[in-house]
Every structure is written in C-alpha cells, then in structure tokens.
C-alpha cells in the first residue's frame, strides 16, 4: 500500500512519460509509413538491370530488418550516426531506429494490399492515359491503405511495445520514467505494474480500433 | 584492417559463446511456448465460459503489454512472491508465456478454420472430444499454421536479446560486454546482428522444408 501511495504521487511525472511514449511512437510510425510506401513503390520497377539492384537491396534491407532484434537495431543506428559524424539527440535516433523498423514491416503490409489491387484497374487508367505515378497516388495507394489500415493499426501497437527498448538509450519515455523513480524512491515492483497497466490499457484500447477497422473492411 | 582482425578475434568468440545461450534459451523458450500455446489454446475453445475467459484474460495480458516491462515484472516480482529462480530461469519463464499467448491465438485461429463437419463425423462415429483434437484436429491445423508459428519463434530468438536487461548473458549482452574490451561498438554491433539474421534465416529455411514436405504429403 505504501508503494502505490508513491505511485500516485509521482502520477504527473508518470503520464507525461506515457505522452513521450506516444509521441515516439507517432512519428516513427508516421516515418515508417513514408518509408514503407517509398520501399513498396520501388519494388515495382520492371526488369532493368538498375531497378533490379535495388529490389535487391531492398530485399535484404527488409530481410535484416525482420530477422534480427530491434534492441540491437537502435544500437547499431545510434553507433552508426554517430561513426557518420552526425550529432544527433538521442531521442532523434531513437526515432530514426524505430521508423527504419517499422518501415521493413510496413513494406510489408502494403506488398500485401497491393496484391489485392485487380490488375485490370491499373490497365484501364494507363489506357485513359493516366501515368504511373498518378495512376498510383490517385488509384492504387487509396485503395491499399484503405485495405491494410487493420495492419497499420497492428503496426502502430507494435512500435509502442517495441518503444520501451528506448530506454536503453536514455530517452525518458514511459519505461525510463518509471526506471528513474525507482532509483529515487527505491520503490520498484509498484511503478513497474503501474507502467505495464498503462501500457496494457493504451494498447488494448488500439485493439479494439483494430476490430472495428477489420469489421468495417 | 588490421585493426578489425585484431577486434573480430576477440569479439567474435564471446559473441559465440552468447549465440550458443541466445539458442538454449530460444529453443527451451519455444518447447514451452508450444505446449503452454497448446493448453492456452485447449481452453480457448472449451465449452466452460469460465476456463475460456480464463485463456482469454491471460493471452490478453500479455499480447498488450511490452515485453520488456513483463521481464522487469518477473525479474522484480517473482522474488517478492517468494519465487528465488536465477535469471536465466526467469528469462526462459517470462519468454515461454509471452510466447505462448501468441501461438495459442495461431492454434486458435488454426483450428477454427478445420471445417465443422469434421468435428460432427468425428463425434457421430462415437469419438471422444479429445482423441478427435488429437487425431484429427491438430494433425491439419500443425501443418495450416507452420508459416505463422515460425514467424512467432523467429520472434522468440528477437526478444530473447531483451533478457540481456536482466543480466542473462545470451548474445546481446556478451556484444556489450565485448565492446567494453574492444571500444568499437558499431562493428561488434553489426557482428552480432549478422549472427542474429543468420539464426533466423537458418530457422526460417529449415520451416520451409517443412512446409515443403507437408504439402507433398497432400497431394
């Protein structure tokens, strides 16, 4: 009982870590969105040696990305800004780490909404003499994201449980937060339940958006 | 040049000395993971309201809460309950039921999709309910569901690098504890996660052959 009555009172503290981890993961997987649909756009070209190079490249990319941990992902990115020169915040690169991830996945997600785009759709709009980036931003992409804004939402949740790893390098979301009150108040189990409620209620909140995307589609 | 011999020497057979635990841990982690996914996904579809609320609360529970927080809760909380296991010990626990939540929802959705005759022929020719999973049930959900269930375990060998927070010394760690020795942590960094991707490119082959096998056996 002690320890929840200091849990209460370092609740301002706890909910703007909670707004941290909600902003972090916000703009990553705003980014990732770009990123995915960039990787999933140059995945189309046709058989030229070029475009050939770079599905490859994506294709390795994607498979690095979904193969290997996230927490080991954030330090090669924040040691490999750093190598480059580039003196980024840690919160910056933290976002950056997140958004290359999510991006692999998110490319994903859409080369399987692109399947469910009829090819004769495309056909007809070259035939009126649409071009292809057009014919893409106009039909195409309205039409997947519509498709796979169930997956997009899944994604969503994912980077925010994935957000935590964040800690490691000192940006204070939600779990740093809780960590650094810990140290102060050598009060443990009680911050680390409360987070993990809080965590449970926002994603379990985004699983039910989930359902009513999945019914609506 | 020189300088990456000299690095890769010394990291590289500490990184494998994590590797060697980073493939116990996953490998002991998915063996619970698919018996506790079989009992978890056992009661999702029992006909007790209060068992499947029971399996519906804990996959719950842990599909909506970061993994990273569940292994503080363990490694915090299970002393505090009077539970005294090593952290290694903690690591597999906390990994084997975070695992397990997700294959039961495969399990489930595996099962849901055997068409409702099979289970009516089964129980007309006198059956009971658990020889018709047995026999007939899971023998065609296993082989429905092994693209989805390597996905999960290739996802196991990834949290496992989370256990590094708790001291378990699997791959991650021990890449930190090289880069201590070392000073270049982009290169260590990137060995390990080459081993990470050649782990689970060798798990998501050997997942193929399966399915190849499966689906020759069909026709």
């Known amino acids: 009982m002690e320890g929840l009555k200091t849990v209460l009172e370092y609740t301002p503290l706890i909910l703007k870590g909670l707004g941290y981890t909600v902003l972090v993961s916000a703009e990553a997987i705003v980014i990732a969105l770009i990123i995915g649909t960039l990787l999933s756009v140059l995945r189309m070209g046709g058989n ?20 290997t941990p996230v927490l080991v992902q954030i330090y090669i990115i924040y040691q490999a800004l750093a190598v480059m020169g580039l003196n980024l915040s840690a919160y910056v690169s933290g976002v950056i780490a997140l958004s290359l991830n999510s991006g692999g996945f998110i490319a994903e997600i859409i080369r399987g909404g692109l399947t469910a785009i009829p090819k004769g759709q495309t056909e007809a709009a070259a035939a009126l003499g ?13 039409q997947v994201f519509k498709i796979v804004s169930p997956q997009l939402t899944s994604e969503f949740i994912n980077v925010i449980k994935v957000s935590p790893m964040l800690s490691v390098l000192a940006i204070v979301e939600l779990t740093r937060t809780a960590q650094r009150l810990i140290t102060q108040t050598y009060v443990t189990l009680p911050f680390y339940i409360a987070i993990a409620v809080l965590y449970f209620i926002v994603c379990a909140g ?12 | 040049m020189n300088d990456f011999i000299h690095v890769a020497s010394i990291s590289l057979p500490m990184l494998l000395q994590g590797l060697s635990l980073t493939v116990e841990i996953s490998v002991l982690s998915i063996i619970f993971a ?25 996959i719950k529970i842990f599909r909506c809460t970061p993994f990273m927080v569940q292994v503080y809760l363990a490694y915090y909380g299970l002393p505090s309950l009077g539970i005294n296991v090593s952290a290694f010990g903690t690591g597999v626990l906390i990994l084997s ?55 999960q375990f290739v996802q196991t060998v990834k949290d496992s690098s989370i256990l ?50 499966y689906n020759r056996v069909r026709i």
């Open chain 2, 164 to 213: 590094s927070i708790i001291t378990v010394a699997e791959m991650t760690m021990m890449t930190k504890e090289a880069i201590g020795i070392t000073f270049s942590p982009l290169f260590v960094y990137i060995c390990a996660g080459v081993l990470y991707w050649a782990l689970n490119l060798v798990i998501e082959f050997i997942s193929g052959r399966i399915e190849k096998k």
């Open chain 1, 130 to 142: 649409m071009s292809k980036p057009k014919i893409l931003a106009r039909i195409v992409f309205p």
């Open chain 2, 34 to 58: 698919f018996i506790g996914g079989l009992l978890v996904g056992y009661m999702c579809i029992s006909p007790n309201k209060l068992v499947e609320g029971i399996a519906r609360v804990f």
């Open chain 1, 48 to 67: 030229s040696l070029p475009s050939r190079i770079v599905k490859g490249i994506i294709k390795v990319y994607i498979s690095f990305v979904r193969d």
């Open chain 2, 97 to 151: 039921l975070y695992t397990s939540a997700y294959a039961a929802v495969i399990l489930e959705s595996g099962v849901k999709a055997i068409p409702k005759g099979q289970y009516e022929a089964a129980a007309a020719l006198g059956m009971p309910r658990l020889k018709i999973l047995c026999r007939i049930i899971l023998p065609q959900t296993i082989r429905m569901i092994v693209p989805s269930l390597t996905g």
């Open chain 1, 206 to 217: 985004l699983e039910e958006i989930v359902k009513l995307q999945k019914k609506k589609a």
